[in-house]
Nanobody, 123 residues
């Protein structure tokens, strides 16, 4: 079975940047859409961004549009989330996920999940 592992989280000041990585193992995810989700304490897990590994299509939540960029590197079987102009409300555990088919924003449609990476933005 395939596995996903996030890395690159940490503490950053407001206005700063951070890049998250999601490395896939066990199988290739070339036919899978990849997504990033986040969950703050006491809140639901929310959609952040998604990308199609076969088509290169991307879309973002309104709250991060213009600040975050999702990308992929098929040679490394890895998806990235570049986060710029970070705000305190971006503080959350960020999860990488994968599903067959097109990228979508609903959490229950994704088949594989990483264990999460903590991102803390201080003001």
């Amino acid at each position: 079975q395939g596995q996903l592992a996030e890395s690159g989280g940490g503490l950053v000041q407001a206005g700063g940047s951070l890049r998250l990585s999601c490395a896939a193992s066990g199988r290739t995810f070339s036919m899978y859409a990849m997504g990033w989700f986040r969950q703050a304490p006491g809140k639901e897990r929310d959609f952040v961004a998604a990308i199609s590994w076969s088509g290169g299509s991307t879309f973002y939540a309104d709250s991060v549009k213009g600040r975050f960029t999702i990308s992929r590197d098929n040679a490394k079987n890895t998806v990235y989330l570049q986060m710029n102009s970070l705000k305190s409300e971006d503080t959350a555990v960020y999860y990488c996920a994968a599903r067959r088919g097109p990228p979508i924003s609903t959490t229950y449609e994704y088949d594989y999940w990483g264990q999460g990476a903590q991102v803390t933005v201080s003001s």
